[in-house]
């Protein structure tokens, strides 16, 4: 995964289907390369804005462009991002987003430091279900998303997780160095000959 450059505009443009179309809220079923264009770049400025995370997806052993993650800052939260993510047609079922997401969602937390991360996904869509599962998110509720690609509200299903804590750091250590010390002499001779 990479942030987008300008010259990925063809590639996600050709990607685009009306398949991967039909289970995004925002991404047109027709993607002229314009189009994917004047999206990157303003992906680009909201990542520059800290409001946004967006990454293509490249295939390890060729580098070829296959899909898209990202993350928005919500706008009724601001500390609450919304995650998308797609694959073209010929991508799906060799296990590519299962790899690509928890990278991605990692990213997420870290540059935008939000608490809590969201995505939508069509109630029917059991692949995306099993990505999000996948990340630790739990279904919160049915709702309703606006897809504009579609030009109208649909059903959705809500799915979230929490940032995760911290690593707790080594504040229990000291509690175990008595234990400890009095072990060290009893493992050293155990061990002399």
């Known amino acids: 995964m990479r942030l987008p450059q300008p010259d ?38 909201a990542a520059l804005d800290g409001q946004a995370v967006p990454l293509v997806i490249e295939r390890r052993d060729d580098q070829a462009l296959i899909g898209w993650i990202g993350a928005t800052r919500s706008e009724r939260d601001r500390d ?56 630790g998110m739990q279904r919160l509720e049915l709702g309703r998303i606006w897809c504009s690609a579609r030009g109208r509200e649909e059903v959705c299903e809500w799915w979230g997780v929490s940032r995760p804590a911290p690593e707790a750091p080594a504040a229990s250590l000291p509690a175990v160095l008595p234990a400890l010390a009095a072990t060290v002499p009893a493992l050293q001779a155990a061990a002399a000959p």
């Open 8 to 45: 990925d505009a063809q590639a996600l443009a050709g990607l685009m289907a009306p398949e991967v179309s039909a289970r995004l809220a925002s991404w047109p079923a027709s993607l002229a390369p314009e189009i994917a264009a004047q999206r990157l770049t303003e992906a680009r400025g």
């Open 80 to 135: 609450r991002a919304i995650l998308t993510y797609w694959l073209g047609c010929a991508h799906h079922g060799q296990g590519y987003m299962r790899e690509a997401a928890p990278a991605a969602l990692a990213a997420i937390f870290a540059r935008l430091e939000v608490t809590e991360v969201r995505a939508a996904v069509q109630c029917d869509n059991d692949a995306s279900r099993a990505v999000l599962q996948g990340l």
